[in-house]
């Protein structure tokens, strides 16, 4: 085109970056073209040389495509519940496990702490909670992350020696993961709760609920998950704050069985109504999951797809690919959520627990799409936002779960493959929905929310990879 004929074909403007340019000419009545882009890392030119040096990298898009594939081909099934220390190697006596990377009880929150403080008279290891304390600060019990040892739990995460754990196994790759029984509602353990009322409800959880459990899953042959998931998905849940449908079909797929292993109908009746009469209870089912599908993604070499979310209240931690069991690690963030009538944000603590697993698969804030009713809950705002999250997610993940699909995005899969990469890149964390705990020992839950994952994580660990290239 001559200069002559671009003159006289009109001004058309195209502006690129911020958008204040844009609004102030299409004030004027002057149409404009928007291109939303930002520089690479927020402009930051270290990082933007990390980046330049992953990115076109042939081994990692091929480790990448192995990773993803392994994450969709996951066909995790629960077949047992069992006492932990029968199958989590290693954890004796004075042993506990908890949430998120390690931590030392120096440094540990209130309702860590208060959880220890309930787990070590649960176990006989102190007749009461201060001398309980006195143990645990005093160097005799011996702490570790639940993720050492193939598990996951929510919030406090505790697992102690007599505690029974759910146990998931992934027939595409033959691994197994491992999560407790939800305690219920109210005040529980995993919140920092540690009274009798507490502690007696755990020891049914022991006596009862895990033996018929454990019966009944053996006469069904085990419960493959991932159609439960999907039509949990259908049904409004994105199994992190919302499990209200997963935990029904759990139940009325489980019930038969539940009759035929337990006898006595007002033990069965109890069961039932426990587990029916907790919105939450498919939770720990669904964390388990996500550790036995992300485990096999460990390990693959130059994969820059993260395996690992959890929080310990302290410490907010990740683990990627192609540095395996290696943590990157930063002051965890505060939830931002609604809270029950009585507390503010003054009284919660800082993010807890290793549920963020469900967002490393694609659920949870992933999936924030599916269940516009846990954006009013969690004062994520509205059913528009939640798409919009969702969506945001899909920025930032390698692609997509075809097996689980949300109808409010035209039967899209969630996003799923976190790759560090693409977090610095765009600046995007990670969204996790998840529950508040009170900041001191021995109260609980005072609210929801949601948080994101702190961004320098992902920067220690593209500083890794770029170096290890």
Same mark, same amino acid.
């Given at each position: 085109?001559?200069?002559?004929?671009?003159?006289? $074909?009109?001004?058309?403007? #195209?502006?690129?970056?911020?958008?204040?340019?844009?609004?102030?000419?299409?004030?004027?009545?002057?149409?404009?073209?928007?291109?939303?882009?930002?520089?690479?890392?927020?402009?930051?030119?270290?990082?933007?040389?990390?980046?330049?040096?992953?990115?076109?990298?042939?081994?990692?898009?091929?480790?990448?495509?192995e990773?993803?594939? /392994?994450?969709?081909?996951?066909?995790?099934?629960?077949?047992?519940?069992?006492?932990?220390?029968?199958?989590l190697?290693?954890?004796?006596? /004075?042993?506990?496990?908890?949430?998120?990377?390690?931590?030392?009880?120096?440094?540990m929150?209130?309702?860590?702490?208060?959880?220890?403080?309930?787990?070590?008279?649960?176990?006989?290891?102190?007749?009461?909670?201060?001398?309980?304390?006195?143990?645990?600060?005093?160097?005799?019990?011996?702490?570790?992350?639940?993720?050492?040892?193939?598990?996951?739990?929510? *919030?406090?995460?505790?697992?102690?020696r $007599?505690?029974? #754990?759910? #146990?998931?196994?992934?027939?595409?790759?033959?691994n197994?993961?491992?999560?407790?029984?939800?305690?219920?509602?109210?005040?529980?353990?995993?919140?920092? +709760?540690?009274?009798?009322?507490?502690?007696?409800?755990?020891?049914?959880?022991?006596?009862?609920?895990?033996?018929?459990?454990?019966?009944?899953?053996?006469? $069904?042959?085990?419960?493959a998950?991932?159609?439960?998931?999907? /039509?949990?998905?259908?049904?409004?849940?994105?199994?992190?704050?919302?499990? !209200?449908?997963?935990?029904s079909?759990? !139940?009325?797929?489980?019930?038969?069985?539940?009759?035929?292993?337990?006898?006595?109908? @007002?033990?069965?009746?109890?069961i039932? @109504?426990?587990?029916? +009469?907790?919105?939450?209870?498919f939770?720990?089912?669904?964390?388990?999951?996500?550790?036995?599908?992300?485990?096999?993604?460990?390990?693959?070499?130059?994969?820059?797809?993260?395996?690992?979310?959890c929080?310990?209240g302290?410490?907010?931690?990740?683990?990627?690919?192609?540095?395996?069991?290696?943590?990157?690690?930063?002051?965890?963030?505060?939830?931002?959520?609604?809270?029950?009538?009585?507390?503010?944000?003054?009284?919660?603590?800082?993010?807890?627990?290793?549920?963020?697993?469900?967002?490393?698969?694609?659920?949870? +804030?992933?999936?924030?799409?599916?269940?516009?009713?846990?954006?009013?809950?969690?004062?994520? +705002? $509205?059913?528009? @936002?939640?798409?919009?999250?969702?969506?945001? *997610?899909?920025?930032?993940?390698?692609?997509?779960?075809?097996?689980?699909?949300?109808?409010?995005?035209?039967?899209?899969?969630?996003? #799923?493959?976190?790759?560090?990469?693409?977090?610095?890149?765009?600046?995007?964390?990670?969204?996790?929905?998840?529950?508040?705990?009170?900041?001191?020992?021995?109260?609980?839950?005072?609210?929801?929310?949601? !948080?994101?994952?702190?961004?320098?994580?992902?920067?220690?660990?593209?500083?890794a990879?770029?170096?290890?290239?």
């Amino acid at each position: 085109m001559s200069g002559q004929s671009l003159l006289a $074909s009109g001004l058309r403007i #195209v502006n690129v970056g911020l958008d204040g340019f844009a609004r102030d000419l299409s004030r004027a009545g002057i149409p404009v073209s928007h291109v939303d882009w930002a520089p690479p890392a927020k402009g930051d030119a270290r990082l933007a040389g990390f980046l330049a040096k992953l990115d076109g990298d042939p081994a990692i898009d091929a480790a990448n495509k192995e990773a993803l594939a /392994r994450f969709l081909k996951a066909e995790p099934v629960l077949i047992d519940v069992v006492r932990a220390d029968t199958v989590l190697q290693g954890l004796g006596d /004075r042993t506990i496990l908890h949430a998120g990377p390690p931590i030392e009880w120096d440094r540990m929150c209130g309702p860590l702490r208060g959880a220890i403080q309930g787990a070590i008279v649960l176990e006989g290891w102190a007749p009461d909670l201060e001398a309980a304390e006195k143990l645990a600060a005093s160097g005799g019990i011996k702490f570790a992350p639940n993720h050492h040892f193939g598990a996951v739990g929510p *919030m406090t995460g505790m697992i102690t020696r $007599s505690m029974p #754990v759910m #146990v998931v196994e992934n027939r595409g790759f033959g691994n197994r993961a491992y999560c407790t029984l939800n305690e219920g509602l109210g005040k529980v353990m995993r919140f920092g +709760g540690n009274d009798e009322s507490v502690l007696t409800r755990l020891r049914w959880l022991a006596s009862d609920l895990g033996p018929a459990l454990a019966a009944a899953l053996k006469r $069904s042959g085990g419960l493959a998950l991932k159609p439960i998931i999907a /039509r949990g998905l259908s049904m409004g849940d994105e199994m992190h704050q919302r499990n !209200v449908a997963c935990t029904s079909l759990f !139940v009325r797929t489980m019930a038969p069985w539940l009759a035929r292993a337990v006898p006595d109908s @007002e033990k069965l009746a109890k069961i039932l @109504e426990f587990c029916g +009469g907790n919105d939450q209870f498919f939770l720990n089912v669904a964390m388990a999951m996500g550790k036995s599908i992300a485990d096999p993604v460990k390990g693959v070499a130059h994969s820059t797809l993260v395996t690992a979310m959890c929080r310990n209240g302290t410490d907010f931690g990740i683990r990627v690919a192609a540095t395996g069991d290696r943590w990157f690690v930063a002051p965890v963030e505060q939830p931002r959520g609604l809270y029950f009538p009585g507390y503010t944000e003054a009284d919660a603590n800082p993010d807890i627990g290793d549920s963020a697993i469900v967002e490393t698969i694609g659920l949870g +804030g992933f999936a924030m799409a599916a269940s516009p009713a846990v954006a009013g809950f969690v004062g994520a +705002g $509205s059913a528009s @936002e939640a798409l919009d999250i969702t969506r945001s *997610m899909v920025d930032i993940a390698a692609g997509r779960n075809p097996d689980w699909t949300i109808p409010g995005l035209d039967f899209a899969g969630v996003p #799923v493959g976190i790759d560090v990469r693409r977090v610095v890149e765009t600046g995007i964390a990670p969204l996790i929905n998840t529950g508040i705990a009170h900041r001191k020992p021995g109260i609980g839950q005072v609210g929801a929310g949601t !948080v994101r994952a702190p961004l320098s994580c992902f920067v220690q660990a593209l500083e890794a990879l770029a170096e290890g290239k």
